[in-house]
């Protein structure tokens, strides 16, 4: 063990409760979380222009700049400055430099939450180890405050959290102490350097570089679902389900939700055959719906995928019933399995 990672989430709402922090246990690891007064900043887009890294007069300081010229004082994209309560005031600038960069802004609230651990150094996989405590502080905090507002970082659209990250070593004098001690002294007062800048919004890709991307294509089936109405609620369950699993690596919820989805689409194709006329009995269990509807309805049509979807469903009920972690790759195969399911269930309304 040779130091302490902290991470500070610039948290875009207002989390309602005193300011402070605390120790929690949370899946083997000891963890830090301390929560900052809502503070007051501005939100600001800068077209046509980049952000870059530049020194700072202070040899610990960092600061992030607008790489196009302007005037000493009003190129500085966030200015934190903390107050002698232990409050701190965010400025995001707003100027308009006559040669096409403007700058929109508008006013939002935002927490700082802090969480700490002890690690051997910053890694990928240790940030994701913060997210996740994180994402159980604010479930806790949902249920005990019944704020529906505050959303778990990995759900939340349009707006994501800013994560500045920074590790100090220890020296013989904390290794001394007891665990909860010496992160608590670094915690009370230390400020991460900016080791790491990151923020949980998604890249902005070119078309290029995904994978089978056709943007015409694409704008066809737009224009499809908007003009036929045909966007069952199952496909936006689905994508919700490409999201966690894509972005948040959250599996067995992806697991979970795509087959949520499954089951919406299998039913909806059992309704979509009585209206054509067809007798179907009402079936209370899915199981039942591809174990015998499917075969009865499509023979040998769902052969393989009978097969196939049987397998997805006791991936399923391992999560469900056992707390099961499904792997990267049984998630992978899931989705691969329900996509098969929609297109068939597509061809067939």
């Not at 992806?254 to 009995?281: D, H, M, P, W």
Request: aromatic share 10%.
């Amino acid at each position: 063990m040779k130091g302490c990672a902290l991470f500070q989430f610039f948290y875009p709402g207002n989390i309602r409760m005193l300011p402070g922090e605390a120790p929690f246990d949370y899946k083997g690891e000891r963890f830090f979380v301390g929560i900052g007064m809502p503070m007051s900043s501005v939100n600001t887009l800068s077209v046509g222009d980049k952000i870059i890294r530049v020194d700072h007069h202070k040899a610990l300081g960092y600061k992030y700049d607008f790489a196009a010229s302007r005037q000493t004082g009003d190129n500085q994209i966030c200015n934190v400055t903390e107050r002698t309560d232990g409050s701190f005031d965010v400025n995001l600038l707003m100027d308009t430099d006559g040669k096409g960069h403007t700058q929109f802004s508008h006013s939002t609230i935002t927490t700082l939450v802090r969480i700490a651990i002890e690690a051997d150094g910053l890694s990928d996989a240790l940030e994701r180890k913060a997210l996740d405590a994180l994402n159980h502080f604010i479930r806790v905090y949902r249920y005990a405050t019944l704020d529906t507002s505050i959303k778990e970082v990995s759900f939340m659209t349009g707006f994501k959290p800013y994560i500045v990250t920074g590790f100090k070593s220890y020296n013989k004098l904390h290794l001394a102490k007891k665990t909860d001690q010496r992160i608590r002294e670094l915690f009370d007062d230390w400020k991460p350097n900016a080791q790491r800048f990151s923020s949980l919004q998604p890249p902005n890709l070119g078309d290029h570089e995904l994978v089978d991307f056709d943007r015409a294509k694409s704008t066809g089936h737009i224009a499809h679902y908007l003009t036929t109405g045909d966007f069952p609620s199952w496909r936006v369950t689905l994508m919700r389900a490409y999201e966690m699993a894509n972005e948040q690596e959250n599996y067995s919820a992806a697991v979970l939700e795509s087959f949520i989805a499954l089951e919406l689409a299998l039913y909806n194709l059992l309704n979509v055959c009585r209206e054509k006329g067809q007798s179907i009995k009402r079936y209370g269990r899915v199981h039942d719906v591809i174990s015998e509807a499917l075969p009865n309805l499509f023979d040998k049509d769902v052969e393989g995928l009978v097969n196939r979807l049987l397998k997805f469903k006791a991936i399923r009920n391992k999560v469900v019933h056992v707390g099961y972690k499904p792997t990267g790759a049984e998630c992978s195969a899931c989705l691969s399995i329900a996509d098969e399911a929609f297109k068939f269930c597509d061809s067939k309304t």
